[in-house]
């Protein structure tokens, strides 16, 4: 029933300190940078990893079993080569943090995430700590192939040429440096092997339209734990339930990227800026895109009814008997 926004840097420290608090051995300014895994380690059945030291020094572990963590680095994924880009979803970032945004919602509605939607892409508005607000557009290959100059000046061409958010920047001060993420979205072809399995973002990033990202990261590393627990107990469970583990989180990953694949889609803007309830189609929406691996029973027939409308409105259009009418600025706010 609650969401916060949080720096990722103070997010991510806040849960190494507690793992060091509930017993985990914790190393700072370390590096893996190479990782053995146990069918290449003779038969000693543990990978050998390698830690290096900020002062170059290097320390050797071996473990049981290995859990890559290592986020949008994805370490093993590309140390296996089975990265591969979602081609149906070739998107890029361009973002910074500002000053003096006009805010929009006030009461419950404050601190919600805004999005404005904009032709071959999409903003986010995401208020921060003490009055930053990140600003941050997603846009297609067709939208960067249009940029002329720098990246900061491609980030503010872009605001200028939303209306909806450009009148709510008429007094930002940009307060960081812009700041970009190619290769947004990606997924490895397996998330586990003998002795090791990718989590959170070492495996797989979807474009975080609907904020569902560090959410299916947690999932994930609870997932992970599962699997390391039952795999040194009996190996064979372990792979068991490590496959069990990838599909969960594939079919999570997949139904969002069917929204994500057609959010510049007229027809799904329409749909997504007019919402209405048969069916509980809006029911079931708010359930999937809660970031829950599984969507209850019950909600399970409204998604499929939303899929089914889409298409027939989609139909529909093609042939002339309906028009989509969401606009191509528009602002949907969370």
Known sequence: THSYHVRRSQFDAALFAHARRNGARAMERTRVVNVILPQDNGDTGRARVTGRHEDGTS????????????????????RLRN??????????????????????????????????????????????QDEIISVGFVGTQAAFKRRRGSMQEFLFDQISESRTLSERMQEA???????????YSYRARGAWGEGYMMIGDAFAFVDPLFSSGVMLAMAGGELGADVANAWLDDPAAGRKLAGQSEQRLCRAMDRLCWLIYRINSPVLRSMLMAPRNVFRMRDGLVALLAGNLDIRREFRVPVLAFRVIYYLLSAAERIGLWSAQAPRDAADIR
């Open 59 to 78: 320390h050797i572990f071996a473990p049981r079993f290995v859990l890559d963590a290592s986020g949008r680095d994805t370490f093993m994924a590309n």
């Open 83 to 128: 990265k591969r880009t979602d081609k149906h979803n070739n998107t890029a970032a361009v973002y910074g943090h500002f000053r003096h945004v006009k805010c929009r919602t006030e009461g419950d509605m404050a601190g919600c995430i805004s999005i404005h939607l904009a032709q071959d892409g999409w903003f986010w508005v995401i208020p921060l």
């Open 173 to 183: 001060q940009l307060v960081s440096e812009v700041m970009t993420a190619g290769n």
